[in-house]
């Protein structure tokens, strides 16, 4: 597993003057506040550009370039950092089916990762757009897992393979589909390969950003803006220019937006099709 060049700078970011112990709260903590911090976000994929994912593109491109990214960029640079801090942890793949039947048997287009501590086994994810969750979840167990904002709960099949839910409006929605085979570089090269060039993929020619905070979730789909509350109906509008796009991006999602020519006409286009 490569190592972080910018391991201190990335603790920084997330609020830490120290280098934390690698216990349960720890990483209870680090979910939360890379959460709140990074964005996720498919600039790149709406550009049509590289989504190069190898580690030190990735810290440049999230911790000095003031970008985001999806969970083959942003679990990555996680799964680096707990190993640094000395966690027991490594990186799993799943199939998406949000939006579709549970038992779906799609592309494997998600990384997350695997973490044990004391003998017990979480997944921790900090990569799956707006519903990731902000707390590590329990593996072996199928009770309902409070976190920092919805219900969540895991399901087995006794075959090795796992589901994961959330409660959303009272409803249990499934999420993505994952098991715990051990995962190569070229695993993810391949899914990373798909997802940011396949004609089919959700991402190409699209903008999916979410960025969570306390008791609350902001996400854009393209030119449709949502902020999800914990307590409360969700407040949705649809952006009617390029400008007001901007603004949200870069002040309530956080993102340096990049100085491609290609840019506005992009975002143009977003607005254009959501009138």
């Not at 006794?158 to 499934?174: D, F, I, K």
């Not at 902020?227 to 952006?239: E, N």
Request: charged share 20%; proline share 6%; net charge negative.
């Amino acid at each position: 597993m490569p190592r972080l060049i910018h391991s201190q700078l990335y603790l920084q970011r997330l609020g830490y003057d120290t280098v934390p112990p690698p216990t349960l709260q720890t990483l209870q903590e680090l979910q939360l506040r890379h959460v709140c911090t990074f964005a996720f976000e498919s600039l790149s994929t709406l550009l049509r550009l590289p989504v190069p994912i190898d580690l030190p593109s990735v810290e440049q491109k999230v911790l000095f370039d003031g970008r985001g990214g999806y969970c083959y960029e942003l679990n990555q640079m996680f799964l680096a950092l707990l190993q640094e801090l000395g966690f027991d942890a490594r990186g799993i793949t799943g199939r998406v089916v949000m939006g579709g039947p549970p038992d779906a048997h799609t592309a494997r287009t998600h990384r997350l990762s695997l973490v044990t501590l004391d003998g017990v086994r979480y997944i921790t994810d900090v990569g799956f757009g707006g519903m990731v969750p902000s707390s590590p979840l329990q593996l072996d167990s199928e009770a309902v897992q409070a976190t920092a904002h919805e219900p969540y709960r895991l399901s087995c099949d006794g075959q090795g393979s796992y589901t994961l839910w959330a409660q959303v409006g009272g409803e249990w929605r499934g999420l993505y589909v994952f098991d715990l085979q051990v995962q190569a570089a070229i695993d993810y090269e391949i899914g990373n390969w798909y997802v940011s060039t396949h004609p089919q993929s959700p991402f190409v020619g699209q903008l999916k950003v979410a960025r969570l905070a306390a008791g609350k979730r902001h996400t854009l789909n393209n030119a449709h803006y949502a902020v999800h509350y914990l307590d409360r109906p969700s407040d949705k509008r649809t952006l009617e220019s390029a400008d007001e796009l901007s603004t949200l991006l870069s002040e309530t999602f956080g993102i340096r937006l990049p100085q491609e020519a290609v840019l506005r006409p992009a975002l143009d286009g977003l607005i254009v099709a959501a009138a």
